[in-house]
């Protein structure tokens, strides 16, 4: 099955600070990305979907300002949390589909912690 | 709206005893059915997944899961569970082109084993 990675697994950040996350489709082509953040004990919750060659597309109370996305090439997207706060800590998790497996790949997640 | 509910939050059994987790769902179009599994602190694995056909399908790990289209529902069973099948199990609906579309998951069930 197709493969996503997801750079870096883990990150301790201070307050205040930029963290940008990685996600990367390694033997196909993903036009289309998805983060998803999943608080500890709950689920995972949609935040945005990245196009390739567009603007990201971000669902209702994710700040735009706040978790920049850009979708570089058919096999990376990149997650961008601008002055990150201890409230953003989270494990963040990307997926891509593979239109010819018809279903979508999870990356590993990444866990962020904001001190 | 599109929903996944999964009604168990927590779930003990004992080692070597069946296990069903129940999945219902919410969905407007012919649904993609998922279940995934994560351990604590790593990504998602998928156990299995159902579109059309055989209606109980088979998974990794000796999962399996029925679909009952009437009772808009997909639990996931297995006969016989193992330690080490404690983590957090995730119930997951898409359309059936599930390429360019996010999937709605459940809050999911943790599971517990005792000896």
């Known amino acids: 099955g197709a493969v996503v990675s997801q750079h870096p697994s883990r990150v301790i950040c201070k307050s205040g600070t930029s963290v940008k996350i990685e996600c990367r489709s390694l033997?196909?082509?993903?036009?289309?990305m998805f983060w998803y953040r999943q608080f500890p004990k709950q689920s995972l919750m949609l935040m945005a979907t990245s196009n390739e060659g567009s603007k990201a597309t971000y669902e209702q109370g994710v700040e735009k300002d706040k978790f920049l996305i850009n979708h570089a090439s058919l096999t990376l997207s990149t997650l961008t949390v601008t002055s990150a706060h201890p409230e953003d800590s989270s494990f963040y998790i990307c997926?891509?589909?593979?239109?010819?497996?018809?279903?979508?790949?999870f990356g590993p997640g990444t866990r962020l912690t904001v001190l | 709206a599109q929903s996944v509910t999964q009604p168990d939050i927590h779930i003990t059994v004992s080692e070597g005893a069946s296990l069903e987790l129940r999945c219902n769902y919410s969905y407007g179009a012919t649904p993609y059915l998922f279940w995934y599994v994560q351990s604590p602190g790593q990504g998602l694995q998928l156990l299995l997944k159902?579109?059309?056909?055989?209606?109980l399908v088979q998974g990794i790990k000796g999962f399996e899961a029925e679909f009952k289209r009437s009772q808009s529902s997909f639990n996931l069973r297995k006969p016989s569970v193992h330690w080490s099948d404690a983590a957090e199990y995730f119930c997951a609906v898409g359309p059936w082109n599930s390429g360019n579309t996010p999937l709605v998951f459940g809050k999911g069930t943790r599971l517990s084993v005792i000896a």
């Open positions: 033997d196909f082509q993903a036009t289309t």
């Open positions: 997926s891509a589909p593979d239109g010819g497996y018809n279903e979508q790949f």
């Open positions: 159902y579109f059309s056909g055989d209606t």
